[in-house]
């Protein structure tokens, strides 16, 4: 579903090599965690196999087709992806449950419908009784839940996960992979989640281990 080759990403005019010929191919429907430590380039793979920033050197094909040809980022990111951040980047002024509509106001939806896939999404997310709450009224494990639903609403073939469960304790976070891994097998969606906990890494079908830019 995700190949990579001889990814190179540079930084501040070369003084920083991020990626230094990353090879990577990810098969539809795998969970695939990328760890290592600090600095060693995750986040940099999951931004470009994301489209939000672009290779140096090297190529990312999904589904067979390079990046390039599957036209627009934005449009690409739309058709194929959802994404989860350490932060959950919820709109603040938006109840959770509008926060989850929004991606899928880009789809011919009916109001009616947006609302009721936003709902179901929440409802597995056990988030109903707080469909209607704002943000800042939830707790730090309910908004990322609400990250989630939102992620996945377009039920995209891939999702990024950039440490998903980064801000939480380890039952927030039990409930949030809980969720996250359940859909994604339900609809053999392909996941790519970054982590530095070896509990959520043990999880994943397959672990890519990143050292200096490379994979180990
Ligand atoms: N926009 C940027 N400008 C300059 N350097 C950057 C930029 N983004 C990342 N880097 C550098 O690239 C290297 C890889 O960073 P990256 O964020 O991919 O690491 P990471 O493995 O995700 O780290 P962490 O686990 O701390 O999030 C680091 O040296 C980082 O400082």
Redesign the pocket.
């Known amino acids: 579903m995700i190949r990579a080759d001889g990814l190179v ?1 540079h ?2 005019g070369g003084l ?4 230094d010929g990353v090879g990577l191919e990810v098969r539809l429907g795998e969970v695939c965690a ?1 760890t ?12 470009l196999i994301g489209a939000l ?1 672009s290779p140096t050197r090297g190529e990312i094909r999904i589904d067979g087709r390079p990046l390039a040809e599957l036209g627009p980022a934005c449009l690409y990111r739309r058709r194929y992806l959802g994404f989860v951040f350490q932060l959950h980047h919820l709109i603040p002024d938006l109840t959770l449950c509008e926060n989850v509509e929004i991606p899928l106001m880009t789809t011919a939806l009916g109001r009616r419908k947006r609302r009721e896939r936003a709902m179901a999404l929440l409802a597995e997310m056990g988030l109903e009784h707080r469909a209607g709450s704002m943000p800042s009224r939830v707790s730090g494990g309910e908004r990322q839940r609400a990250a989630v639903a939102r992620a996945l609403a377009m039920e995209p073939p891939i999702v990024l996960a ?2 998903p469960t980064g801000s939480l304790d380890s039952r927030n976070a039990g409930l949030i992979l809980d969720a996250l891994l359940a859909r994604c097998r339900q609809l053999n969606t392909t996941l790519v989640i ?1 982590t ?1 906990d070896p509990g959520v890494a043990a999880r994943a079908d397959r672990v890519v281990e ?1 050292l200096d ?1 490379r994979i180990l």
């Not at 920083?16 to 990626?19: D, E, Q, S, W």
């Not at 600095?39 to 931004?47: D, I, P, R, V, W």
């Open positions: 990403k930084f501040d920083i090599k991020a990626l990328i290592g430590p600090s600095g060693c380039g995750k986040s940099t793979l999951l931004n920033a950039d440490e970054v530095h990143m830019g």
